[in-house]
């Protein structure tokens, strides 16, 4: 059965184009995918995020419990709101999911899941859970009569349009740095964004979802669907789950390692899997060189070290030229000519950081 997030009748209302979205009746957009995305670079423009899974942990080993769970370390979080962004492994170090964390307190947390893992990933916690016989109780978010709904603003003019709506939020969240959340009454605002502009997700009850959403619109910020998300985080060079990596893939292969303690004592799910096998590939941007096609996932990358692959790729809105990240041998360096098979043709490419635009600028 296909599942709906509180704001379906709202997309609709906004005439909204909408598909399934691995089993959510999502939004595409909302007649230009282009004007959604250049109105978040250039301005602002919200998301219904609302199918993502927020989890509350809470307990007293709930701080034990993370600190086996995931791949980053908790330890880390020292001050009320503090976010982390890490991967939940499984035991040959794949990413069964790649995920948020909030500190409240040493006893409770906050975290952000897939969509279309959170089944799989609250089956995977309860086993582990249990397994280990810790004290800690594992609330979603997502349904029910504690139901949260999530927005996210984001873009240039972002933060004053959520001020401009919601005024009594702005003494809380005008100080908040990148991957940080404050609470504010019913709101849960947090300044992790997934497009590479400023602007914030803010969780509210789903029944007081619709209001904000008319009332951001009515200020300007542009509806945005799941077309306009995808080449922006693309562009960011964020990495989506299910194609950057996924249960099969080391998030050292991902271009996660960032995300991995691997020095700390303590021990968690997979860290001995990554030792016992290190990196085998990198993860690097690709700028399409030459005409005649459009870099997307699964086209072969041909180097002077081997073959690699593309994992996401797209036409950039904001580069006018074709951008793709892509898992690519050690040894390829960024500005390395390439080529990539696209329909029988080898194709040059350049090889750079994968990061295209940030903060309303192309960087590639």
Known sequence: MTQKTVLNDTHRRFNAKMVDFGGWDMPVNYGSQI???????????????????MVDLAGPDTKPFLLRLIANNVDKLKSAGKALYSAMLNEAGGVIDDLIVYYIDD????????????????A?????????????SITQRRAGDNALAIIAVQGPKAREKVWQVLPETRAATEVLKPFFAASVGDYFIASTGYTGEDGFEIALPAAQADRLW?????????????????TLRLEA????????????VSPLDAGLAWTVDLVAPRDFVGKAALLAKPQAQQFL????LDRGGVLRAHQKVNTAQ?????????????????????????GVAIGDTVTVEIRDKQLKASVVKPVFARNGKALA
């Open 35 to 53: 004007e959604e995305h250049h109105a978040v670079r250039r301005d602002s423009g919200m998301f219904d995020v609302s199918h993502m899974c």
């Open 107 to 122: 006893t409770h947390y906050r975290m952000v899941i897939n969509a279309g893992t959170a089944d799989k990933d609250l």
């Open 124 to 136: 995977w916690m309860a086993t582990r859970l249990a397994e280990w016989q810790l004290d800690v």
């Open 214 to 230: 008319q009332a951001l619109a009515d200020a300007g910020v542009q509806p945005c669907g799941l077309g306009a998300r995808d």
């Open 237 to 248: 060079g964020m990495n989506l789950y299910g194609q950057d990596m996924d249960e099969t």
């Open 285 to 288: 941007g690709l700028l399409l």
């Open 306 to 330: 081997g073959a690699g692959e593309i994992t996401s790729g797209t036409f950039s809105p904001t580069l006018q030229q074709s951008i793709a990240l892509a898992r690519l041998p050690l």
